[in-house]
Nanobody
Framework: QLQLVESGGGLVQPGGSLRLSCAPS????????IAWFRQAPGKEREGVSC????????SYAVSLKGRFTISRDNAKNTVYLQMNSLKPEDTAVYYC????????????????????WGQGTQVTVSS
């Protein structure tokens, strides 16, 4: 059974930070580009960030540049999303997704191209 598992979500105050993790079950991430998406209640799922299989290329939603950082540690078979200066509007369920062929600069164009998705982790930013 090939799965992705997100972790690290929780409740944080505005201005705080969280680090999300995405780890596979049943396969290695070495050959996959990994993207993060998020979905708030009543809204469409939106792209957050993407990192290429080798880690050399990254993409971010314009509104998140400078606050969020994506990285990967293939030795640990894990991808991370560091989220700083969190705002209430960042509240959402965050998902990671994997695909061997996704092009990070356009990673949010077609969500159906991703081979695997996690179940999501809740991030709530509130006082």
């Amino acid at each position: 059974q090939l799965q992705l598992v997100e972790s690290g979500g929780g409740l944080v105050q505005p201005g705080g930070s969280l680090r999300l993790s995405c780890a596979p079950s049943g396969f290695t991430l070495d050959y996959y580009a990994i993207a993060w998406f998020r979905q708030a209640p009543g809204k469409e799922r939106e792209g957050v960030s993407c990192i290429s299989s080798g880690g050399g290329d990254t993409s971010y939603a314009v509104s998140l540049k400078g606050r969020f950082t994506i990285s990967r540690d293939n030795a640990k078979n894990t991808v991370y999303l560091q989220m700083n200066s969190l705002k209430p509007e960042d509240t959402a369920v965050y998902y990671c997704a994997a695909d061997t062929h996704v092009y990070c600069p356009t990673f949010a164009k077609d969500l159906t191209e991703y081979d695997y998705w996690g179940q999501g982790t809740q991030v709530t930013v509130s006082s």
